[in-house]
């Protein structure tokens, strides 16, 4: 399995984002994704969840209200819209891939990962 993230940039303060995550090698629909993200210094942070079949999701503190997971099935991909993107939203974003098909907000869960895309927010 191979998660490819993308999307990421260089945005200003209120701007929005959408990230991308393609899966190939497996089919995405026998898996529940995670969007998680590091900001340098930190330890790695939840950020959204989606179970199999995109009827479940789950949001970090820091995303609620903001941020939206949605995934395509027919195209192996999930997406996080980044909405009113603040100065602490700036970290490296990490996708990752559980073969339980349910939400999980824990990482030591996930099986696989995707390299990481970045996300810079400037004032």
């Known amino acids: 399995v191979q998660l490819q993230a993308s999307g990421g940039g260089l945005v200003q303060t209120g701007d929005s984002l959408r990230l991308s995550c393609v899966m190939s090698?497996?089919?995405?629909?026998?898996?529940?994704m995670g969007w998680f993200r590091q900001a340098p210094g930190k330890e790695r942070e939840f950020v959204a969840a989606?179970?199999?079949?995109?009827?479940?999701?789950a949001y970090g503190v820091s995303a609620k209200g903001r941020f939206a997971i949605s995934r395509d099935n027919a195209k192996n991909t999930v997406y996080l819209q980044m909405n009113s993107l603040k100065l602490e939203d700036t970290a490296v974003y990490y996708c990752?891939?559980?073969?339980?098909?349910?939400?999980?907000?824990?990482?030591?869960?996930?099986?696989?990962w995707g390299q990481g895309t970045l996300v810079t927010v400037s004032s």
């Open positions: 090698g497996r089919t995405l629909s026998r898996y529940s």
């Open positions: 989606i179970n199999w079949n995109g009827d479940e999701t």
């Open positions: 990752g891939a559980d073969n339980t098909g349910d939400i999980d907000r824990e990482s030591d869960m996930y099986d696989y």
